[in-house]
């Protein structure tokens, strides 16, 4: 039967928080990097400035405030997938720093 004591289990539970801390990072600063500017939206953005122009040409104002909300949508769209990135890089701080009280309390 294994033994542990309370030592061993906290130094269990530190490396595992600083595990799941590197991960957290890493999966943050992949969603900061490579998501957050994607080719899906740089091919709406564009579609949507062909139609804006479009309705400027034609005069078709319905057009033109149907274009204007769906360019905020993906702006916002950005900024959610952005603020998703930062809140997994400051959550990994917070495993850090747990971990590190862990370590430093045995």
Known sequence: ML???ANDFT????????????????????????????????????QSAKLMEKGIVDNVSELMGNTTSLLETINQMVKTKA????????????????????ITGL
């Open 3 to 5: 033994t542990i004591n």
């Open 11 to 46: 130094l269990i539970l530190a490396i595992i928080l600083a595990a799941m801390g590197l991960i957290t990072f890493f999966v943050g600063i992949i969603i900061l990097a490579f998501k957050v500017k994607s080719d899906e939206f740089t091919s709406i953005t564009e």
């Open 83 to 102: 603020g998703i990135g930062v809140f997994l890089v400051l959550i990994t701080f917070v495993l850090f720093g747990v971990a590190y009280y862990l």
